[in-house]
């Protein structure tokens, strides 16, 4: 069993859970904890850069700044026009929040888990 690196585990979202970096890029939200989460969307980021995330969680509005960890193909998605959209995941570290943010984070993650999710480790 390969050791857990995370240091708190992740929740999956529903399905159709977005937010938007830099107010203008739209991105589906994967998975969720109180220090990252797992981004799709169809533009590739860069690692070490940072975006402003501003995001219906649990709904509770949440704003907060992510630091990109990672990002790399992830698959395709229907472009709308028949053809096929190269879609990136990405995955991010929060930077900085405060008391407040983390407290919508943990809302967000309480109302899941009592919608009889469970926390589900991903990479």
């Known amino acids: 069993m390969e050791k857990e690196k995370r240091r708190t585990p992740r929740t999956s979202l529903a399905r159709g859970t977005r937010g938007h970096l830099k107010s203008t890029l739209v991105a589906e939200i994967l998975n969720l904890s109180e ?4 981004l799709e969307l169809p533009s590739t980021l860069r690692p070490g850069s940072t975006y ?5 969680l649990g709904g509770v509005p949440f704003t907060g700044l992510v630091r990109i960890t990672r990002c ?7 472009d709308g026009e028949g053809g096929r959209l190269l879609m990136f995941r990405a995955g991010g570290e929060f930077v ?7 407290e919508v984070l943990r809302l967000a993650l309480s109302k899941k888990l009592a919608s009889g999710a469970s926390l589900k480790r991903t990479s």
């Open 52 to 56: 402003d995330l501003n995001a219906i």
């Open 72 to 78: 790399r193909a992830g698959g395709f998605a229907p």
């Open 35 to 38: 220090a990252g989460l797992l």
């Open 96 to 102: 900085g929040l405060s008391e407040t943010q983390l």
